[in-house]
């Protein structure tokens, strides 16, 4: 093997891609909340995952308000979200509810439930 082998060509060394951290007019207010949330921010901190902040920003301010937007914003910067998703407020915050819990052990039976007179299973015989 060469002694060039591997290393880039002294003309042109590599240039790290610079991340254009553009700000919305609509989102100009917000901005030092921004600025705290990238800083704290976990994960992938690329072009993409500013794009889509902003994205995800505008949307919340433009479907729920200055008041929602703020909030998201201030948890996610307080480590209650990882990121500031619509799917995941919408999914949570919006519904006014928790997920409702399907399994059978959280059904609760009661002396009632069982009050139906004789069992139609031969296996139980007379037990009930």
Sequence with gaps: MGDGVGREPEGTPRKTPSLTKQIPGKLKPYSALVEDFWRVKKGSKGQTAWDRLMRN???FLEKYGEAVLKDQLELAINGKWNGIEPAR???FKAAGKPPETKHPAAQVFTAKDFDNG????????NLF
Aim: hydrophobic share 30%; glycine share 8%.
């Design 89 to 91: 407020y919408e999914q």
């Design 57 to 59: 920003l505008l949307y």
């Design 118 to 125: 004789p069992s139609n299973n031969p296996a139980l015989g």
